[in-house]
């Protein structure tokens, strides 16, 4: 059995998942789902990345050890992949010891090869995007060339991977596999930044310590994206075990954020560890929000679990994999998703599971019979030349190309029914006709509830079951493209595959109706604080400026409309609750770092407190 090796990025654990990583997951997974029914023996992988700066410098702001937070928020993403039915095989965590024992293993590995030294690293540190970045990148205004946030001057003392050695290796090899980085630009991109130079690569840190130790020199924690790569290899037993039977990797599923780490550095530091290189690093593209860029601060991120929650699991799948050619950048908007649905899921999907499945039931009771003769076998030919599509189509991972190949011959059957009148048939008692009709029309719902399997596998459920054949995945694609391998069936419409759904405006809905899930609730960071000052601001009539204590090294300024209510002694020494984690904000020239809570009713302003003193810095919960 050929085995196919399917991985998505490990992402990170300082922040919930929202659409953008459930995309990727979800390609993969349609990948994974795609190639098991060409009966290949597939392993999947998914998993979080733990390590790093920017995981303890987020575990810090809430209180909690990077350990802590890494295992709270691991639940989210594997709750996630749970509710969309994600089949991976495994899920890799980069705190867990056989991933730690491995990344060790390959650091002394290369360093006794001589491609890993000892020096000093000097330069600009990009802790969102963790990465190095050269003066040429970053430009006069000193940003991160990928996220646009500030960066860090980094100097400190650093073990350095021979990169630049690999220059010559690396474009000789992509010359040769010219479909190792697909879609092409993104190739032609690594081959220009490839052939722009490589600089050795820092590969340790010394001033933090949340990482895994250098084997020999524990002063040194590992670069997280050193040991990130190595989840690939740790996951399948690191040299060891099954890794022959799976390595190399046939497809790394990425963003185009980290396609230069997984085409440059990846294949580098495999060529050093003198073990093959993985066939395809497959980079999307970036999901933006009603043609905006996702960020908290815009209060605009998608969340999947509410996505579920409100459409149908296919339908989330099929708009997303549907909407955007893979590896272009694509626009989410719940508009165009009911569009979607109500268009392509429910006008012509639905109706021709529901049309042809009522008709079976009318006109024989729901029994089908292979006919004695085939007069007119159209159907099944086009189902062999659209199958032959979508596997051109799935080759160069092009989701949203076989999804169009499939609504064309769920198109074309749709037409087969109107031109065939099985109505007319049935009142002329044409019987034998009717018969041949009805069963191409049942194997023709047999081959699309096999086919769109990967991509929509609760409405393939559904037909399978309503055709009174058995589990989707018992079989593999050759059952689904025999026309004529089923005597006979009985089958009832039971299920709706999708409802027509109303679009609805978020302001057209009532209060009541705007219902947040509770990660929502949680990504608001509400603290006690201790008012040490209060000052009114001289020309405000509403505004008082306060220095409180949130537990941190020094206190904050936050300005408050209470002057109306309250007076500045009144304040100082009383225990509030604010919102910790609020961009600051300008109000007459000062800048305000959180927001208190109060209840109004109108006239009446009270501050929320707490009902005996605890330490400034406490969390509400
Ligand atoms: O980069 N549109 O993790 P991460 C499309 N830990 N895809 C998006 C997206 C968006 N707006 N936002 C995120 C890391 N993604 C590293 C990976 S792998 C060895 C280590 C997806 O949590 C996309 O796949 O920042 C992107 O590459 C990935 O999430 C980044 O996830």
């Known amino acids: 059995m050929k085995k196919y090796y399917i991985t998505t990025p490990i992402y990170y654990v300082n922040d919930v998942p929202h659409i953008g990583h459930s995309y990727t997951t979800l390609a993969a997974d ?54 969309l039915d994600i089949t991976n095989d495994f899920f890799v965590r980069t705190t867990d010891d056989y991933h730690i024992k491995c990344v060790q293993e390959a650091f002394e590995y290369i360093y006794k090869k001589g491609d890993i030294y000892k020096g000093e690293y000097e330069g600009w540190y990009c802790i969102p995007c963790e990465s190095y970045y050269s003066e040429v990148e970053i430009g006069k205004d000193k940003v991160c060339p990928v996220c646009g946030r500030k960066l860090d001057l980094v100097k400190e003392e650093s073990y350095f991977f021979r990169l630049s050695a690999y220059e010559d290796k690396l474009l000789k090899f992509y010359e040769k596999h010219q479909d190792f980085v697909i879609p092409k630009t993104r190739y032609n991109e690594i081959i220009s930044f490839v052939k722009g130079g490589l600089k050795d690569l820092s590969i ?33 037993g690191c040299k060891n075990g099954s890794f022959e039977e799976i390595w190399p990797a046939d497809v790394h ?33 970036w999901w933006t929000v009603d043609g905006k860029k996702m960020s908290k601060s815009l209060g605009n991120v998608v969340d999947p679990n509410k996505m579920i929650q409100k459409y149908p699991k296919d339908a989330y799948r099929y ?43 009318k006109y024989s009771d729901g029994l089908v019979n292979m006919p004695i003769t085939v007069e007119n076998d159209n159907l099944s030919k086009l189902a062999k030349s659209t199958y032959d599509k979508i596997l051109e189509h799935m080759n160069i991972f092009r989701f949203d190309e076989a999804l169009i190949d499939i609504f064309e011959y769920i198109r074309a059957v749709n037409k087969y029914i109107t031109e065939k009148e099985p109505w007319t048939l049935n009142k002329l008692r044409k019987t034998a006709q009717l018969n041949e ?51 006979q069936s009985k089958v009832a419409k039971k299920d709706m595959l999708f409802e027509r759904i ?38 405000s009539r509403k505004l008082i400026k306060l220095k409180i204590d949130v537990g941190e090294e020094s206190p904050r300024t936050l300005v408050a409309g209470l002057k109306e209510h309250y007076k500045p002694e009144e304040l100082v020494g009383r225990y509030i609750i604010v919102v910790a984690n609020l961009k600051p904000a300008k109000l007459m020239g000062i800048e305000s770092n959180g927001m208190l809570l109060a209840a109004k009713d109108g006239e009446n302003l009270a501050l929320l407190t707490v009902e005996k003193p605890v330490k400034p810095g406490a969390k509400i919960s």
């Open 30 to 83: 349609t990948l994974a789902r795609y190639k098991r029914l060409l009966g290949e023996k597939v392993f999947f992988l998914t998993g979080t990345d733990e390590h790093g700066q920017k995981i303890q410098k987020a575990a810090r702001s809430v209180n909690l050890t990077p350990q802590e937070l890494a295992d709270k928020v691991v639940e989210n993403f594997k709750r996630l992949w749970k509710k």
């Open 204 to 236: 340790t840190r010394t001033s933090f310590d949340w990482g895994i130790p250098v084997p020999f020199d524990n002063k040194h924690v590992i670069y997280v994206w050193f040991d990130a790569l190595l989840n690939y290899l740790s996951a399948i």
């Open 253 to 285: 599923f990425v963003g185009k954020d980290i396609l230069r780490f997984h085409a440059v550095y990846w294949p580098a530091f495999l060529m050093s560890l003198e073990l093959p290189l993985p066939k395809h690093v497959v980079a999307h593209g």
């Open 319 to 361: 708009f997303l994999l549907r909407n955007v050619p893979f590896g272009l950048d694509g626009d989410f908007s719940e508009k165009e998703l009911i569009e979607r649905i109500n268009s392509e899921l429910v006008n012509d999907f639905g109706n021709l599971v529901s049309r042809s499945l009522t008709m079976m039931e």
């Open 437 to 487: 009709v009805l069963y191409n029309l049942f194997s023709a719902l047999k081959f699309v509830a096999g086919i769109i399997s990967p991509f929509l596998p609760d409405s393939s459920e559904k037909i399978m079951n309503m055709l009174g054949l058995n589990d989707v995945g018992s079989y593999t694609a050759e059952f689904f493209l025999d026309f004529y391998n089923i005597e």
């Open 502 to 539: 109303e679009y609805k405006n978020e302001g057209e809905k009532k209060e009541s109706e705007k219902k947040i899930p509770i990660d929502e609730f949680f990504n608001v960071d509400l603290k006690v604080a201790k008012i040490l000052e209060a000052e009114g601001i001289e020309k």
